[in-house]
Nanobody, 114 residues
Framework: QVQLVESGGGLVQPGGSLRLSCAASGSIFVIFGWYRQAPGKQRELVGDITDVGSTNYADSVKGRFTISRDNAKNTVYLQMNSLKPEDTAVYYC??????????WGQGTQVTVSS
């Protein structure tokens, strides 16, 4: 059974940092990604990382967010720096297997506010 368990969300002041983690189990994953959904908006890609470490980021987070993965632990991280109020959203971990099956975490709330 595939499971994605996220952690690390919370409340942070503008300009602050947070690190999200997503621990995956139950399969081998080719791609990990992070999406987010703000109230009243569609879910959008934040960034993703392949099994060989190639990364892709949304323009809105380039230079501020970094995705990394530990293949031995089947875990992906999202380091978020210089956070802005517009980064407030529920952040979802995403994973794709070699068989192109997609899985989602339960989501973790990130709130950027003073």
């Amino acid at each position: 059974q595939v499971q994605l368990v996220e952690s690390g969300g919370g409340l942070v002041q503008p300009g602050g940092s947070l690190r999200l983690s997503c621990a995956a189990s139950g399969s081998i994953f080719v791609i990990f990604g992070w999406y987010r959904q703000a109230p009243g908006k569609q879910r959008e890609l934040v960034g993703d990382i392949t099994d060989v470490g190639s990364t892709n980021y949304a323009d809105s987070v380039k230079g501020r967010f970094t995705i990394s993965r530990d293949n031995a632990k089947n875990t992906v991280y999202l380091q978020m720096n210089s956070l802005k109020p517009e980064d407030t959203a529920v952040y979802y971990c995403y994973a794709r297997t070699f068989l192109r099956s997609d899985y989602w975490g339960q989501g973790t709330q990130v709130t950027v506010s003073s």
